[in-house]
């Protein structure tokens, strides 16, 4: 299938382009940037005047749902979901049931993604057997499985010897460990520790439950020197310690969920439970911290943090409903209106630090593991695979839960006005959606 993309703004934040031009597609690769031979002949032309052509977006932070939770989310919906938001590859931790922890369940997973022909799935194992916090996986054969790094999910060790001989075990082959830093005892609560959480009588969770677990964490890393991403960084104090420690010259880095980055705990409302999420949402000063932090670098990427939930899970009181929040076909427009408020006066500098963090920078984080795609995942270049999102950043639109094509319709962001929507999106040089 040869594909002509014309008149698109080519905007790729990894080599600096940003001019418009046409993009011609053959065997699944990019053949033609800016300047296109007039000897191509295309089986179809797309017309991207007035849009942005840009790389697929990379999502480091995507439940699938499936296998064991059908009932809340299936391969089907997720991916198509995936890419109507312009996400052409995505990570998906290993809590599903049956765990992430024998490789024929990986190769299912991975086989069973593939055979659909949408978003790339990036599975992570888990590190330790049934997400038990006990005994270590055997992480080659699941690396040889297809994993491309290694997760606890929201399950935490909490034996620090077990942490310890993870982190041997991962610096030993070269393997990452993405972990979200919370200190087991200190989370059990339902919301942030603080004014809201205590007037409304909710369960707190206080910031000291990430440093702790981040000071555990690095003081560990520093005599493995293993390779650590952390996931869904939340509060001020966890910043700092990420910044200190990149400092420092750790082998660190991390992200933050588009629910951290926009939202608050005011945000909780009268116990909305579209706002019951993990980590919890933050006071305001947590959340300023983590805008300047994905602006400097200290952050590296920006997630959806998707995990759908079904009705059933949602409709209940604050405390008792199940944490989590659909994202997936939010992270272009919430990326971009973060960029926007952050370089008000400079939109084109808006627009490639927006992209950044969905293309770039979560590909870095990545890095070897992609294998053959390293050299073009979240990238534009002639000779790479075509995975493409071509978006109008000009299109206001509405999030209306029914609208969604997540099987998860529950989100926090419900009646937000984004700017930026999805027109085509592609994987493998096919068109996987167009709008």
């Not at 630090?353 to 990238?379: E, F, I, M, N």
């Amino acid at each position: 299938m040869k594909i002509l993309i014309k008149n698109g703004r080519i905007v790729d934040p990894a080599s600096g382009l940003d001019q418009v031009g046409d993009v011609a597609i053959a065997a699944g690769r990019i053949i033609g940037l800016r300047h296109v031979s007039p000897e191509f002949h295309p089986n179809r032309t797309i017309d991207a005047s007035g849009c942005v052509v840009a790389p697929g977006l990379v999502d480091l932070a995507v439940r699938l749902r499936e296998p064991g939770y059908e009932h809340e989310g299936m391969l089907e919906s997720e991916l198509a979901a995936a890419v109507a938001g312009g996400i052409t590859s995505l990570v998906c931790p290993p809590d599903t049931d049956p765990v992430l922890d024998e490789p024929g369940l990986v190769e299912m997973l991975k086989f069973r993604a593939e055979k659909l022909h949408q978003s790339r799935v990036f599975p992570l194992g888990a590190v330790t057997r049934g997400l038990q916090g006990e005994v270590l996986t055997e992480m080659v054969e699941l690396t040889e499985a297809g994993c491309v790094g290694f997760s606890q999910a929201e399950a935490a060790i909490v034996n620090p010897r077990v942490l310890q001989r993870a982190l041997q075990y991962a610096a030993t082959f070269g393997y990452t460990l993405w972990l979200r830093p919370q200190e087991y005892h200190l989370g059990q609560g339902v919301a942030a520790s603080g004014a809201i959480a205590t007037r409304l009588g909710l369960s707190g969770i206080p910031e000291a439950a990430e440093t702790i677990a981040l000071h555990t964490l690095f003081e560990l890393m520093r005599g493995t020197d293993a390779r650590v991403h952390l996931c869904r960084i939340s509060s001020a104090g966890g910043v700092a310690l990420v910044r200190q420690a990149k400092h420092e010259g750790l082998r660190v880095t991390c992200d933050v969920s588009i629910n951290s980055l926009h939202l608050t705990d005011t945000d909780i409302g009268y116990f909305d439970s579209r706002a019951r999420l993990s980590p919890p949402l933050r006071q305001q000063r947590d959340r300023d911290a983590l805008q300047q932090a994905l602006a400097d670098g200290t952050v590296d990427a920006l997630v959806s943090d998707h995990t759908p939930v079904d009705a059933d899970a949602k409709t209940l009181p604050f405390a008792e409903a199940e944490p989590g929040a659909t994202g997936l076909e939010l992270l272009l427009g919430l990326s971009l209106q973060w960029a926007h408020r952050q370089w008000p006066n400079d939109p084109a500098k808006a627009l490639v630090r927006g992209l950044a963090v969905l293309t770039q920078a979560p590909a870095q984080v990545l890095g070897d593991a992609l294998g053959t795609l390293q050299a073009s995942c979240g990238r534009l270049a002639e000779g790479g695979v075509a995975d493409l999102c071509i978006f109008d950043p000009g299109a206001r639109w509405t999030v209306e839960a029914a609208a969604l094509a997540s099987q998860g319709k529950h989100t926090p962001f419900s009646g937000y006005e984004l700017a930026g929507q999805v027109r085509h999106t592609l994987v493998g040089g096919q068109v996987a959606f167009e709008r």
